[in-house]
């Protein structure tokens, strides 16, 4: 709430973890489109990594090999007990309700 005091909702971008990951050409196409720049990140820019489980770069700029995110990232989640998660949820859900209305966006984070 408080960015919206210095900028209108027109100028903020919120991108989606979750669609980079399922369609990053098409999320980044979004961002391209609101910065008005020419859409020159395609699908053809990305290749599935088995062992990370997640889109990477085919080949970064000036660079010959495929790029993809650090060892951090792609790793195996450990397993949280369902009852700590839906008490997570139940606690967020108004937050997550409050952030859908200013933005107009559903980002699906109650599921």
Same mark, same amino acid.
């Given at each position: 709430e408080n960015w919206l005091q210095y900028f209108p909702m027109g100028q903020i971008l919120f991108v989606s973890g979750e669609r980079l990951i399922s369609d990053p050409a098409g999320e980044l196409g979004r961002v *391209?489109? $609101?910065?008005?720049?020419?859409?020159?990140?395609?699908?053809k820019h $990305? @290749?599935?990594? *088995?062992?990370?489980?997640?889109? !990477?770069l085919k080949k970064a700029e000036g660079s010959s090999k495929p790029? !993809?995110?650090?060892?951090?990232?792609?790793?195996t989640h450990p397993n949280i007990d369902? #009852?700590?998660?839906?008490?997570?949820r139940d606690f967020y859900r108004p937050f997550n309700m409050k $952030? @859908? *209305?200013?933005?107009?966006h559903? $980002?699906?984070? #109650? #599921?």
């Open positions: *391209q489109d $609101f910065l008005g720049l020419k859409r020159i990140i395609t699908d $990305f @290749y599935f990594n *088995q062992t990370k489980g997640f889109p !990477c790029h !993809c995110l650090g060892k951090t990232k792609g790793r369902p #009852e700590v998660v839906q008490r997570l $952030f @859908y *209305q200013m933005t107009g559903i $980002f699906g984070w #109650e #599921e």
